[in-house]
Structure formats: structure tokens, C-alpha cells
């Protein structure tokens, strides 16, 4: 089984910077893609960023040149920089690990398309 656990998560003030961690642990082989998500009271979860296993990366419209996305893949870890944090930001921030491969019980690899972490809390006050 692939766990996904989230930190960093905080209540600060508008302008001020938080730094998300998100460990993929298990028998992992490979994590094509990895991101984060948010989602706000009365709102659908939506996308905040992505980045493959090749550094390519993708953010929501609303973080551009406020957020930056990175990972390391040899520690199966995402980070999400948040600068210049928005109270439109307050979220539960979820951790996203997509087509992972990782080693089950019977040794063979399986491919797990979605693994999803518990989520963490950001809230920015005005």
C-alpha cells in the first residue's frame, strides 16, 4: 500500500509564505506524476499544481508566479512553496500521487493510478 503524508499546513497572515511536504512511502518503484489539491468549504476539490517524475510542472491560473512546485524524486516527496498567500487561499490542501508502481505482497509491481493523502489544513486571515 502507498501512504501519502502531508505537512506543513498552518494558519498565517495575508502576504505571509507557507512550505507543504507530502512523503509517498510503501514498496515504491515509480511516481509518474505528482501534485496538490485543495479544497474549500462549500467547493469542489480542485487542481493547485502537478509535476512528473521529469520535472515538468503545471499550476492553476489562480497561483501562477505565487506558488512553486517541486519534488525530490529519490525521497518521493512534493513540496509546494506558497508565497504572497490569499485569504482565498484557506483550504484543506491534499497531497496527489498518480500511476505509482510499487511492489505488493505477492512481490509483483502493481500500478496504483490514485493515491490521495489525509489533507492539511491552510488558512490565511486577512
Known amino acids: 500500500q502507498v501512504q501519502l503524508v502531508e505537512s506543513g499546513g498552518g494558519l498565517v497572515q495575508a502576504g505571509e509564505s507557507l512550505r507543504l511536504s507530502c512523503a509517498a512511502s510503501g514498496r515504491i518503484f515509480s511516481i509518474k506524476v505528482m501534485g496538490w489539491y485543495r479544497q474549500a468549504p462549500g467547493k469542489q476539490r480542485e487542481l493547485v499544481a502537478t509535476?512528473?517524475?521529469?520535472?515538468?510542472?503545471k499550476y492553476a491560473d489562480a497561483v501562477k508566479g505565487r506558488f512553486t512546485i517541486s519534488r525530490d524524486n529519490a525521497k518521493n516527496t512534493v513540496y509546494l512553496q506558497m508565497n504572497s498567500l490569499k485569504p482565498e487561499d484557506t483550504a484543506v490542501y491534499f497531497c496527489?500521487?498518480?500511476?505509482?508502481?510499487?511492489?505488493?505482497?505477492?512481490?509483483?509491481?502493481?500500478?496504483?493510478?490514485?493515491?490521495w493523502g489525509q489533507g492539511t489544513q491552510v488558512t490565511v486571515s486577512s
Open positions: 496527489n500521487a498518480g500511476e505509482v508502481l510499487a511492489r505488493q505482497g505477492d512481490g509483483r509491481y502493481y500500478n496504483q493510478p490514485e493515491n
Open positions: 509535476v512528473t517524475s521529469g520535472s515538468g510542472t
